[in-house]
């Protein structure tokens, strides 16, 4: 059964003090690893896309990177903007994906 | 403008009503798929399909129905509503490895 475990659940940051989020994962045929933003009451937003260990990837203050067993959300010099809840998930070449249950950070200025 | 559009946004209904939640993508996407989700469980997968005619069950099948008659539309089906499927549903398609969700439907079940 595939599974992905994210921690923190909860993540409280002042402005400007960098940290990671954390995704493990066991999945059979991993065919790629999403990293989301979701704000409350709306859907996820896609950030990004891994595909294999040593990937990484950059979006402004985010940078996602990849290894066999887990994935890390970098987050650097963050901004209250970036408060939500970050959701991590694995997407088999069968075509299912299973999700974490996600990090809620919150920046304060 | 690319998205995933839902409908209704919210719905409250009685248990055993046949429902229907529709979604529609407009990026000619090959992949779509169903999710709810509920606090503390987070988002779970009910069905995705990989093209027209071609569906498969997620991890929460039980309950729901889906179909896949033309690329663009992918619609979830309640034949008989209970109170445990009282949730925010997801809709969502994927091209390349981006993967873009609809806005929600919140469903309770009465």
Known sequence: EDQVTQSPEALRLQEGESSSLNCSYTVSGLRGLFWYRQDPGKGPEFLFTLYSAGEEKEKERLKATLTKKESFLHITAPKPEDSATYLCAVYTNAGKSTFGDGTTLTVKP | ?110
């Open chain 2, 1 to 110: 403008e690319a998205q995933v559009t839902q409908n209704p946004r919210y719905l409250i209904t009685v248990t055993g009503k046949k429902l229907t939640v529709t979604c529609s993508q407009n990026m000619n996407h090959e992949y779509m798929s169903w999710y709810r989700q509920d606090p503390g469980l987070g988002l779970r997968q009910i069905y995705y399909s990989m093209n027209v005619e071609v569906t498969d069950k997620g991890d929460v099948p039980e309950g729901y129905k889906v179909s896949r008659k033309e690329k663009r539309n992918f619609p979830l089906i309640l034949e008989s509503p209970s109170p445990n499927q009282t949730s925010l549903y997801f809709c969502a398609s994927t091209l390349s490895g981006e993967q873009f969700f609809g806005p929600g439907t919140r469903l309770t079940v009465l």
